[in-house]
């Protein structure tokens, strides 16, 4: 009993660890495990293992359909979104002009919204405009959310840089353009990058917004939240673990990228 | 594109330059000439405006009025990728996403000059790291980093060099020999060096002349050995090692040696070392030049009796000791252990004297402690 109560406090810190990271992953790996159930109709109780939802992704009626709209979207929103955060980011962190302390807390009101409200007023706002719900309106309304987080993200890293580095470069013989080139934008990139990745995914993930004004076109996360009203199809899953492993493979692609480009061996 | 290596040779001059930030004044309407090829240091204490001047020459900073002219061409207000100038960052500031290599080449390539792959060789080898070239800067040691700094500015063959507070992020070891190298690469490039420091030893080691500024404005300039042994304000006796300063007056100058009246006794100024405009003077004496007796032993030249000592610190080479005056100063003296007599202790009561030949004079209404809080040692 004493030696039990010993081993238990000695790796507390451990069973605490377990606990903490069983409790962020369990959902993942039941995301997992039920890609690779052998359901026909509801996907919520295991039947039997079976390669085929991963062979034939597209086996659900419009789930190929709904995935190619979400990443389209996704990936016009975060270009859109990254250049011009990236701008106001710039703006914002390196000069002094009136109203910039006004600037820096109407950046984070869109963060702080909640999406419910945000959703509803911009359908009724395309509304008055006159523009019909659809591709267009999606990717308006996502690029308009994914700014706060690209200017709040760029704009961190710009503040991190050394301004002396800059000096440096300019004492080296590069005008402002180059400087800009060789030294501001490299530094900078890793924070566009990042910037990049979280406006992708928010895109990627949202339902609420995109739900007041897609129309009748068809997203991913709407995809999902429709069909698991008559049961979800095992492909749902099968996509989600993509996404999942994908963004890992990115995310893992970054660190050694980001250890090589520091110079850690 | 500007051919660095062509444009302006000549000295550095600055004429009534001055720099104010909103009330502030950082540099004070000074005029300075910095010698073609000379190794010229910057001293004083933070805030005294040394860096802001160093900045203006660099063009990082826009001077509020007068001149820089680097020969006879002016640069006042050129944009600093178009003045013949390179700076050594404190803290090397090099580009931590380009190698060692591309960080050297960087400003060769910015001005489209051939044989770059040739001209970062040679400047690696000067300082002695060739075998690092493909590393980034945070592999390096921050001695390494600091000669790569250097190097990627002298590689340009700038017509003016300088280093801002250059060693200050080395340990003390390593910025002894690096000290001594930089003063080897200057004599080897034959690039003008301006140096910025607070640290007088430092200045001392490399300098061929130094200013010593305070408030935005030069207290005196000078070689090390001048504004050590005579110098002019006692901000430059107390910021440049130690002085003791004792009140006077003086009695009788009509002779090549003053005779100063201190609290009763008569003691001899050079008149040629003395800086003082009336007859109210402060008499300064390093403690290292003084020598110190059991009282009532026979001694020559200035003589100071009655003395107490307060303090006295065993440091091995020397003894230092603090010794209470009559009037109640307390005076420095440095005294070698090199004659095997035991050092004095606390309580003793002795006697002081030196050589009047190293006695200096500084006007009588300055601050007996001014620049000695300003220390680089008490900081």
Known sequence: MKQASRWFSRNLIRIYAFIGFAYLFLPIIYTIAFSFNNSTKSNLVWVGFTWNNWLNPCGAPDVCNALGNSLKIGVLATFFATILGTLMAFAMGRYAFKGRSVVNILIFLPMATPEIVMGASLLTMFISFGFNPGFWTIVIAHVMFCISFVVVTVKARIASLDPRLEQAAMDLYADERETFRRVTLPLVAPGIAAAALLAFSLSFDDFIITNFNSGDVNTFPKFVYISAQRGLPPQANVIGSSMFLIALIIVLMGQFVGRRRAGVR | ?379
Not at chain 2, 24 to 32: G, I, K, M, N, R
Not at chain 2, 273 to 302: F, Y
């Open chain 2, 1 to 379: 594109m500007v051919d660095a290596s062509s444009s302006a040779h000549g000295d550095l001059i600055l004429k009534n330059l001055t720099k104010t930030f909103g009330e502030f004044v950082a540099v004070d309407d000074l005029d300075l000439v910095i010698p073609e090829g000379s190794f010229f240091a910057l001293l004083g204490p933070s805030g005294c405006g040394k860096t802001t001047t160093l900045r203006m020459v660099a063009g990082l900073e826009e001077p509020t009025s007068g001149t820089i002219f680097i020969g006879k061409s002016e640069i006042t207000y050129e944009k600093p990728y178009k003045r013949p100038v390179n700076t050594v960052f404190q803290n090397y500031a090099l580009f931590p996403h380009l190698s060692i290599y591309e960080n050297i080449a960087f400003g060769l390539r910015r001005r489209g000059v051939k044989d770059v792959d040739d001209q970062v060789q040679k400047a690696l080898d000067l300082v002695e790291l060739t075998h690092l070239a493909s590393r980034k800067p945070n592999q390096l040691s921050g001695g390494q980093q600091q000669r790569i700094a250097l190097a990627r500015a002298i590689v340009n063959r700038p017509a003016l060099l300088l280093l801002d507070e250059p060693l200050g992020a080395l340990d003390l070891k390593l910025r002894r020999a690096m000290q001594i190298e930089l003063k080897w690469i200057q004599t080897e490039v034959g690039i003008t060096f301006v140096h910025v420091t607070h640290d007088q030893e430092e200045a001392m080691t490399m300098a061929d002349t130094i200013a010593v500024m305070n408030e935005g404005k030069i207290e005196q300039m000078g070689s090390p050995a001048d504004l050590y042994d005579n110098p002019q304000t006692s901000f430059v006796a107390n910021f440049l090692g130690q002085s003791n300063l004792i009140k006077g007056s003086i009695v009788d100058s009509s002779g090549e040696s003053a005779v100063v009246d201190v609290f009763g006794t008569k003691i001899g100024l050079p008149v040629l070392r003395n800086h003082a405009h009336d007859s109210s003077v402060l008499v300064g004496i390093r403690p290292e030049k003084i020598r110190i007796a059991p009282a009532g032993t026979q001694m020559n030249g200035n003589i100071l009796e009655g003395g107490v000592i307060s303090d006295a610190s065993y440091i091995g080479v020397s003894t230092q000791y603090q010794v209470e005056m009559p009037w109640g100063q307390e005076l420095m003296v440095f005294e070698q252990n090199d004659d095997g007599t035991p050092p004095l202790s606390k309580g003793d009561s002795v006697v002081l004297s030196w050589s009047p030949i190293f006695t200096f004079g500084l006007a009588g209404d300055q601050d007996v402690n001014a620049g000695s809080e300003a220390h680089p040692e008490s900081e």
